[in-house]
């Protein structure tokens, strides 16, 4: 059995993977606000730094898979949202990466958002402040744009699929890919939901095969991609589970032809 780390562990999509993953038998390290193993702020770099220190003390130094489920959206306000979802999420990633090296068979899931193909005229300056590590630039963009959800999770998404086919990832034995929920009914969406300007948006969102996913449908696609007999074999996969949103609005976006 295996020892893995979930950062949000606490609540929606975070705990329904937690269950699953120690119903499986094995061992997780969870990291979030407050209610997991290591409590810490992944909003600020002393946060990540103790989450990273506190998950490298319990895991001995090898740990067998990551999932990075924590994060924010509206109407949580875009500044920190910005520092939660990439910068927390990466401080992770990166600072992790030799324990999952030292487990020679280890899985990554970073949990995306369907939001990052689905809304329209993304700005895509605070997207690669992103992936540039310019975390004051993205924060300053992120005031400007009051936006950094989906930003975030597009920025997110692209730093795992420019990363997981490495030699310093899957050829270290860490196969990497992504999850890109749509709308959920998490805590997270309730709050969006309740709020006055952002919940008619949700709610007036397509989703084909009607209404919204659930933490566990999620956690069930998390599951797969971390500890199913197909796992070895998947890297860079950006997998959505979204009622058919991505597919109804880009049909034909994917798969896109190479052209040289």
């Known amino acids: 059995m295996g020892t893995f780390a979930i950062t949000g562990s606490a609540s929606g999509i975070g705990a329904a993977t937690r269950a699953r993953v120690e ?12 209610n997991a193993e ?32 924590a994060g ?18 990466v401080a992770l990633l990166e600072g992790l ?9 280890a899985q990554v899931v970073v949990v995306g958002s369907n939001s ?7 700005h895509m300056d605070l997207v690669e402040a992103f992936l540039d590590g310019d975390e004051a630039k ?27 086919p490495t030699a310093e990832w899957a050829g270290a034995g860490v196969r990497m890919n992504v999850i890109a929920p749509g709308a959920t009914l998490t805590p997270l969406l309730q ?29 069930a696609g998390i599951e797969f991609l971390l500890l199913s007999d197909a796992r070895r074999f998947l890297c860079g ?3 959505y589970i979204d009622g058919g949103t991505d597919a109804l609005f880009r049909a034909d976006a994917v798969p896109v032809p190479w052209v040289l």
């Open 23 to 34: 119903a499986a038998g094995h061992t997780v390290i969870g990291v979030d606000l407050r």
């Open 38 to 69: 290591i409590d810490a702020d992944l909003g600020t770099p002393e946060g990540r730094q103790a989450a990273v220190d506190g998950v490298l003390e319990r895991c001995g130094g090898t740990l067998d898979g990551l999932v990075t489920a």
């Open 72 to 89: 924010v959206g509206p109407p949580f306000p875009a500044v920190p949202m910005a520092s939660i979802n990439y910068f927390g999420s």
């Open 97 to 105: 990466h030799g324990a999952l090296v030292a487990s020679g068979d």
């Open 116 to 122: 990052s193909s689905t809304q329209p005229n993304l």
């Open 138 to 164: 993205a924060r300053q963009l992120a005031e400007t744009y009051q936006d950094a959800y989906a930003p975030s999770k597009l920025a997110l998404a692209r730093w795992a699929r420019r990363l997981a």
């Open 191 to 219: 709050a969006g939901l309740d709020d006055e300007t952002f919940g008619p948006l949700i709610k007036g969102f397509t989703v084909p095969t009607g209404g919204f996913g659930s933490p566990d449908q999620i956690a």
């Open 237 to 239: 996969t950006v997998l």
